[in-house]
């Protein structure tokens, strides 16, 4: 009698799912991309998608948790010595993560936003200034807030009619970067920022990222 495979424990196979369906999407949008071929990359049964994850828009949205949180770990990263470098290294995820813009477009035309996770620079901002924060503190966060996810979904267009056009697009990122920095951390934000406490105890924290 042929021996049983062992079981994989559940938390195994949603993270295999989570890693193909992550490869899968940085080569085609994820409309494109099947549930089959998200369960062959990771070597499971496709049956197992809508056992753990019930479909596969569940699944994009557990991958693109995944990513906040691999942002919010890369500035928590760097924040204590640069927040400028900081920020860079957030915005190089997303950057990297291109499929990321087709599924916000996709949802801001269901009228779904609401269904999408959310990565704040509130609890980092609070960190570098002190909590509460002001009206206009808050508003200048939030308009940060836009200015980044306007960068990720529209940067080729915003840049083709303006003198960033000729740039490469390290150096049009870097110069955003920097701007965005300026604008929400003013001057307390510098290489020689104290770190907060929170990061060391729990870098995560210091983005505010629903849990799965």
Not at 41 to 58: C, E, I, S, T
Not at 83 to 108: C, M, Q, Y
Request: charged share 25%; aromatic share 4%; glycine share 8%.
């Amino acid at each position: 009698m042929p021996e049983k495979k062992p079981r994989v424990p559940a938390d195994e196979t949603r993270a295999r799912l989570r890693a193909a369906a992550a490869e899968l999407f940085r080569e085609r949008p994820p409309g494109e991309v099947s549930v089959r071929e998200i369960a062959q990359r990771a070597g499971v049964n496709h049956g197992l998608v809508h056992r753990l994850y019930g479909g596969k828009d569940a699944l994009v949205l557990a991958v693109l948790r995944q990513v906040f949180r691999e942002t919010g770990e890369a500035i928590a990263a760097r924040a204590a010595q640069d927040f400028e470098a900081a920020l860079a290294s957030g915005l190089d995820v997303l950057l990297r993560e291109r499929w990321i813009a087709g599924v916000i477009a996709h949802a801001l035309a269901r009228g779904d936003l609401n269904q999408l996770p959310v990565a704040s620079m509130t609890p980092l901002v609070r960190q570098l200034h002190g909590e509460p924060l002001d009206d206009d503190l808050a508003a200048l966060t939030a308009l940060g807030e836009a200015a980044a996810l306007g960068w990720m979904l529209f940067e080729p267009f915003i840049t083709r009619g303006s003198s960033l056009g000729g740039m490469p697009q390290d150096a049009r990122s870097r110069l955003f970067v920097r701007a965005l920095a300026r604008a929400v951390g003013s001057p307390t934000l510098s290489a020689s920022s104290a770190p907060p406490a929170a990061w060391a105890q729990n870098p995560i924290s210091a983005m505010s990222i629903p849990e799965e």
